[in-house]
């Protein structure tokens, strides 16, 4: 069931969001010629995806799943067969009178499947008024729990000047549910979607398809542009002062026009599109990086490792309107028509992320989260979060690791997804022999607990695809963040601020930090002449200058004393709790 939905999910983006009724008139009958919307080609990585037939196999229908499914495959239908409904808020669509049913109520319009079926289909659209789709969403989704909330975003039903918010219920029967919100003239047109899974997947292809063919016909009469997040939309350039001899680590350029789309310029200039809610900019492609990214005022800030790189927003008339002469589309940029579209999994251990719904499905079995990579490849690759509570990463990572020669096991550690709240612990296992395994398994310090990832990838052999695997499920990771985290303890005796004990020193003080502050969150500074931001580790207990080719410092922790080996000398830091409290 679990994975029949997320498969259908995949179009919820599709749909996204519809037209909303308020005060309405009498829908006319309406047989011409009309053209329809959704016969224009799509090609956007964002939220349109194709894979309506995969869905329906899976045997799919009804709700928030199945409408999208079949909505960028229904493009290829004439959608103006069947009465037109017009709405005095300036919206239409056009519906199959012979099998749904349209009812105008107080305040909404009514779509119900009339057909055979199991269960009720149906959509019901509004008009909110002087409102924004994060306020409408929050309202309508405030009695579910919020690890039973899917969220994405995307193109509204084939339109790529049109950008909706989508949030669905996880079913926990047959029934479905969710909704998408598109701004519209000041105020939200809200689609609630009602559906029933059928086992008859014939049936269930057919409700889908019917249902998706409303959204897929709506039309606006008068829609004025989206201002919502019009903020974001700029051309920004690398702070070339601000990174120093650094910037050529880091893109050069970014270019985010008003239709979502744009490109980023490393050494080459990529596709992208851009995400509004959660500040995500992916590269327009499978298998194409995600970066999370902030505005404030003219300034991008660009997550990029374990920094945030800034960037200046270009404001003259010419880059203003470079932002607007974009194309409207999004052509995947190895020149495919392969569509990307990126849904929220959400737990209730705490913890979300991004993931591709084109390439995997998800799995929950035995209290383990299971993203499952589901084109071709040498067995079951898969990523999987487990939690384990009242448990430690080095008791997690050490059962793991009994069965084999410690010389064979590779560590490291370090942010998890760039969160700085993220600290993780991870080993590489040998690969089995002969069959083609390889295991990396990631500990993460949770709420008294450990957050285990798994990382189980087959080889194919085909280099380029087990590639392609290994960095769908890496794009996964990089977009990992806690929803319900306490500060991590396991180290917490480290942090702290340490000044320099210059009476035991053999050589000149003016050669080392005088203090060395190292926060909660595993950042730090040498202050000295200058101040050094840099990141300290735990296991392995070294101090790295965070700067490209940076320094790195061995120290270890006596009581209230650090010992930091610099220039062959071991030299004595002593904690100072006052300058904790100033900092």
């Known amino acids: 069931m679990k994975r029949k939905y997320l498969a259908a999910l995949v179009c919820a983006a599709a749909l996204l969001a519809t037209g909303c009724a308020g005060n309405t008139k009498e829908s006319t009958a309406a047989g011409g010629t009309e ?53 005095e808020d300036g919206w239409s669509v056009r519906y199959d009178s012979d099998l749904v049913a349209c009812e105008e109520r107080t ?78 003239n000041g105020g939200v047109l809200l689609i609630e979607r009602n559906g029933y899974t059928e086992s008859d997947e014939e049936l269930g292809a057919k409700i889908a398809e019917t249902m998706a063919a409303i959204t897929d016909s709506t039309e606006f009469e008068d829609r004025k542009p989206q201002t919502e997040y019009d903020y974001v939309p700029g051309k920004y350039k690398l702070d070339t002062e601000a990174v120093g001899e650094n910037a050529e680590n880091y ?170 709240d993220a600290w993780g612990f991870t080993i590489v296992l040998p690969e089995g022999e002969g069959n083609g395994l390889k ?22 052999g085909d280099d380029a695809q087990t590639a392609k695997i290994d960095e769908t499920f890496d794009d996964i990771l990089n977009t990992f963040m806690f929803t319900q985290h306490d500060p991590q303890r396991e180290y917490e005796y480290i942090p702290g601020t340490y000044l320099i004990n210059d009476k035991v020193l053999q050589k000149d003080a003016s050669n080392y930090p005088s203090s060395i502050r190292l926060y909660e969150d595993h950042t730090g500074v040498l202050r000295g002449d200058r101040d050094i931001p840099i990141v300290w580790y735990a296991r392995e207990p070294v101090l790295k200058e965070t700067a490209a080719g940076g320094a790195v410092y061995s120290y270890h922790i006596e009581g209230d004393q650090l010992y930091l080996e610099m220039e062959g000398e071991q030299v004595e830091f002593n904690r100072n709790e006052k300058s904790d409290e100033d900092d």
């Open 251 to 420: 893109p050069s350029l970014i270019l985010l026009r008003d239709d979502h789309t744009g490109t980023i310029t490393i050494q080459d200039t990529v596709d992208i599109i851009w995400y509004s809610r959660d500040g995500l900019i992916r590269e327009n492609y499978a298998g194409g990086e995600s970066y999370y990214y902030n505005i404030e005022g003219d300034m991008l800030y660009l997550q990029q490792g374990e920094e945030y790189v800034p960037f200046i927003k270009d404001t003259s008339a010419a880059a203003a309107a470079e932002i607007r002469a974009g194309s409207g589309t999004a052509s995947a940029s190895d020149g495919t028509d392969k569509q990307l579209s990126f849904a929220t999994y959400e737990s209730r251990d705490g913890w979300m992320v991004y993931y591709d719904k084109n390439l995997l499905y998800v799995n929950e079995s035995g209290g383990a989260v299971n993203f499952v990579y589901g084109e071709q490849s040498g067995g079951s690759s898969l990523l999987e979060f487990t939690y384990h509570p009242d448990e430690t990463t080095d008791e997690i990572l050490g059962d793991l690791s009994a069965d084999y020669d410690p010389g064979q096991i590779e560590r490291r550690e370090g942010f998890v997804g760039g969160r700085h």
């Open 107 to 184: 305040d909404e319009v009514v779509f119900t499947y009339t057909g055979e079926s199991s269960g009720t289909n149906e959509l019901r659209i509004r008009y909110v008024p002087n409102n924004s789709t994060d306020i409408v969403l929050a309202d309508e989704l405030i009695d579910y729990e919020r690890e039973r909330i899917e969220r994405s975003e995307g193109y509204f039903a084939g339109k790529t000047d049109i950008w909706a918010f989508s949030a669905d219920v996880v079913p926990e029967g047959p029934s479905t549910h969710g909704y998408t919100a598109v701004e519209y």
């Open 439 to 460: 295991e990396t398994c990631t500990a993460v310090e949770h709420n008294g607990g450990t957050l285990l990832i798994e990382k189980i990838l087959h080889e194919t």
């Open 35 to 87: 053209a329809a919307a959704g016969q224009e080609s799509v090609t956007e990585a964002a939220g349109d995806v194709s894979g309506g037939e995969e869905a329906g196999s899976e045997g799919t229908n009804g709700g928030q799943a199945s409408y999208a499914a079949t909505s960028v495959a229904a493009e290829s239908e004439p959608a103006d067969r069947g009465e037109k409904y017009e709405s």
